[in-house]
Nanobody, 124 residues
Framework: VQLQASGGGLVQAWGSRRLSCVAS????????MGWFRRAPGKEREFVAG????????YYRDSVKGRFTISRDTAKNTVYLQMNSLRPEDSAYYYC??????????????????WGQGTQVTVSS
């Protein structure tokens, strides 16, 4: 499974950005998907996750109400819509996929497949 993330860039505070992650390869199995991020000098942290059915979504507290994760199964794509962005949201954002890790799993070591990361910079 290969994951290709895109959509990062420079955005002003309170602005919006949408990240996309396209999965390819052995996608005949249905994977749970997630987004993580890593800011300079910090550890990778869970941002949002979605189960294969798309019916269950999970968020870290600091992004609840601002970020929305969704998926288009037909396109093998997961999205992260980010609104009301703050400077502390600046980080490299990574998408992840796994057959067994639930979308609520916040431990990045439990996720098997990773995209290359896309950088989001929020200016104040």
């Amino acid at each position: 499974v290969q994951l290709q993330a895109s959509g990062g860039g420079l955005v002003q505070a309170w602005g919006s950005r949408r990240l996309s992650c396209v999965a390819s390869g052995r996608m005949n199995s249905r994977y749970n998907m997630g987004w993580f991020r890593r800011a300079p000098g910090k550890e990778r942290e869970f941002v949002a996750g979605i189960n294969l059915s798309g019916g269950s979504t999970y968020y870290r507290d600091s992004v609840k109400g601002r970020f929305t994760i969704s998926r288009d199964t037909a396109k093998n794509t997961v999205y992260l819509q980010m609104n009301s962005l703050r400077p502390e949201d600046s980080a490299y954002y990574y998408c992840a996929a796994d057959l067994f890790a639930s979308g609520s799993n916040t431990k990045y070591t439990d996720w098997r497949y990773w995209g290359q990361g896309t950088q989001v910079t929020v200016s104040s």
